[in-house]
């Protein structure tokens, strides 16, 4: 890794909030001043400032070039798995309290186990914790999930990035990190069992492209179930969100006991799935005949910003229950679920939860009477209700110029219907193309709530 000189470091606190491209063009080649090192670290804690806030700040951070900043954990995903990883490893009335239905009380046991240094008991169990990070990367998600251990190791294959990860831990004062420059599957088989392991598999193939499928994946995770079942009590999967989270549970037989879906800015980021050997009191038998691990269904936790809610798979396993419940009579109130639990697909949860109907067969959006203050996801007001006739639309519309339009299991698709009703786009008011119960195309006019 080459480290900055004083000359390039200045360069870089000069100009680090201008316009990387421009300054490639304008500035002055200077004895002393390594200007390609110097765009990289500018253009890096320009993104972090906005990605990774608590890194921007802390002065001698080195950056990798453009494209694995860009790939690289936001701070709220990394957070968030350091969120997980310390509740699964408190006491059991802790994890007990974060199963809980309460979003409340699911943040504040994380808050709780982020602060574990609060107390001497804590600190205790800090001490004899270790972790290892089989696929280092940037080092990320490592720099948030080490605060929790007394031990944790940082293996990546590639030379240059465990050069950048030494110097990054030591400037966020990480001096429980140990950084190992080896193939993380030969550290697995190697090395002695530890409280938890981390694993982000590479998705792209040898020719660059992306892949999605586990298999695909390197490493293949399915193929080392058992080997990291037996080095670690917890260990956190960070998969594709394109993923079907189902099929991912079934592929690995057993082993996962939760599936964590994380959305920030409504848009699905991460897939993740704890694996490990189910409790006895969650299972038939430890192990079945044929050494398979028998266990109820994960425990899904639906994440976007702010929002959270938890349910228990088994309990929720059709997904969409429609005809059970008819729609109100009076349909005041529109809402559509945020991205972690469109990806879910626990429709029937939030209509038991939350007290809303949903409209229609796999239109993913539900009505109520009333409004629902606490609704995951965006909720509209409902000013009118109509078919798709002229008659029908042109009072709908009434004199409406431009408006937002969303369309849910709808024969059209959005700029079809913005054509067909030749709206502009923006404005107040949103309008949603949808099926009602019993195959009905309507059209909604809304606003914003």
């Known amino acids: 890794m080459t480290i900055m000189n004083d000359k390039t470091r200045e360069f870089v606190a000069m100009h680090r ?8 063009l304008k500035a002055k080649r200077v004895d002393g001043l390594d200007l390609p090192l110097a765009l990289d670290q500018i ?10 806030p608590q890194w921007a700040s802390c002065e001698g951070i080195v950056y990798p070039p453009h494209i694995s900043m860009e790939q690289c954990s936001s701070q709220f995903t ?14 059991s009335a802790t994890v007990h309290a974060r199963m809980s239905d309460s979003a409340e009380s699911d943040m504040q046991t994380a808050k709780s186990a982020l602060h574990l240094s609060d107390s001497a008991e804590s600190d205790t169990l800090v001490a004899k914790r270790a972790m290892v990070d089989l ?5 990320v998600d490592f720099s948030y999930l080490a605060r929790g251990f007394s031990q944790a190791t940082y293996v990546e294959r590639q030379r240059h990035l465990c050069e950048l990860a030494e110097h990054n831990m030591a400037a966020l004062g990480l001096d429980q990190a140990r950084i190992v420059c080896g193939d993380g599957v030969e550290y697995l088989s190697q090395m002695d069992p530890v409280d938890f392991i981390y694993l982000d598999p590479a998705r792209r193939d040898e020719h660059g492209s992306r892949t999605y499928a586990i298999e695909d994946c390197t490493p293949n995770v399915l193929e080392l179930r058992d080997l990291l079942l037996a080095k670690s009590r917890f260990t956190l999967v960070k998969l594709s969100p394109m993923l079907d989270w189902r099929k991912a549970v079934v592929d690995f037989d057993g082993a996962v006991r939760e599936v964590h879906i994380v959305a920030t800015g409504n848009e699905c980021k991460e897939l993740l799935l704890v694996l490990g050997r189910p409790a006895q009191a969650n ?10 691990y028998q266990c109820l ?3 899904v936790f639906c994440v976007n910003d702010d929002q959270r809610i938890d349910y228990d798979s088994a309990e929720y396993t059709q997904g969409l229950r429609i005809g059970g419940k008819p729609l109100p009579d009076a349909k005041r109130y529109l809402y559509e679920p945020n991205a972690s639990i469109m990806k879910a697909g626990c429709f029937d949860l939030v209509e038991e939860r939350f007290g809303v109907t949903q409209i229609g067969p796999s239109s993913h959006l539900f009505v109520s009477e009333q409004q629902i203050a606490d609704f995951p996801g965006r909720g509209f007001a409902i000013e009118a209700v109509g078919s798709m006739n002229k008659k029908d ?6 004199g409406v110029k431009q408006a937002n339009i969303a369309v849910r299991n709808f024969p059209l698709t959005a700029p079809q219907l913005r054509k067909k009703l030749k709206l ?17 195309h309507v059209l909604l006019r809304t606003s914003k709530i």
Do not use: C
Not at 43 to 52: H, N, R
Not at 78 to 88: D, G, M, N, R, W
């Open 78 to 91: 990394a957070q968030y798995k350091s969120e997980i990883t310390q509740t699964l490893l408190v006491p």
């Open 135 to 139: 696929t280092g990367g940037f080092g």
């Open 283 to 292: 299972a038939r038998d430890s192990v079945d005949g044929a050494g398979s």
């Open 424 to 440: 502009a786009d923006g404005g107040t008011v949103y309008l949603f193309g949808t099926t009602m119960q019993g195959g009905g």
């Open 297 to 299: 269904a994960p425990h």
């Open 17 to 24: 909030d201008e316009d990387v491209r421009e300054l490639a």
């Open 393 to 398: 639309t042109k009072r709908l519309l009434n």
């Open 43 to 52: 253009a890096g804690w320009q993104i972090a400032s906005k990605k990774l």
